[in-house]
């Protein structure tokens, strides 16, 4: 499985898994320093998380390069975020030849939805 491996996404935390050809799932092991000062966590976190999520629906090349980089992200916050870990899960919407439509939607450890989103992507040639 070719994913994009990228510092921002390690020091995060993030944890990837595809889980079919057209659905991505990535899992943030929550720590301190993602949570607010309301105590929720941060919705830059949940928007960096919808966004990598997404963005790696279409497989790395060999190089680890990305091929889908973000036009336009679009993320709706349901309920404030908070537990050990968050979960997004992403899906093709449609594969063009140059561009990626894609929803995800963020949940929390016992499944409750936290926020969603949608995103379009230019595929890289």
Known sequence: MNIIKQPFDEFLGFEYERVGPTKMRVTLPVRSLHVNSAGVIHGGIISSLVDVAMSNLLEASDQGVQKAVT???HTTFIQ?????????EANV??????????????????????ARATGSFFIRQ
């Open 71 to 73: 036009i336009d992200l």
């Open 80 to 88: 404030g975020a908070r537990g050990a870990k968050l979960v997004a």
């Open 93 to 114: 919407v449609k594969e063009g030849r140059t561009l990626l439509y894609a929803d995800c939607r963020v949940m929390d450890e016992e499944g409750q939805i936290v």
